[in-house]
């Protein structure tokens, strides 16, 4: 179990506020089910393209979406 502390600290976001309308950051989701780095990235960067990086965020992801499929099944 993670320290709930941890949990604390992640959710005092230092950014904007381009997740504030979910029920739980994307951070909080990733840690508590263990995802890794790329996944993690895929995520937060789908949640939040609408709010801040437009096209930017999307070519983003689908890089992380990318390397995911070049480690696991190519």
Request: net charge positive; glycine share 6%.
């Amino acid at each position: 179990m993670t320290n709930p502390l941890f949990f604390e600290a992640v959710l005092k976001d230092k950014g904007g506020d381009h997740y504030k309308d979910y029920v739980i950051e994307p951070a909080e989701f990733i840690i508590k089910n263990k995802l890794d780095f790329p996944t993690g990235n895929v995520i937060k960067y789908l949640l939040r393209h609408s709010r801040k990086g437009k096209k930017k965020d999307l070519e983003k992801a689908k890089h992380y979406i990318d390397m995911i499929i070049a480690r696991d099944y190519k």
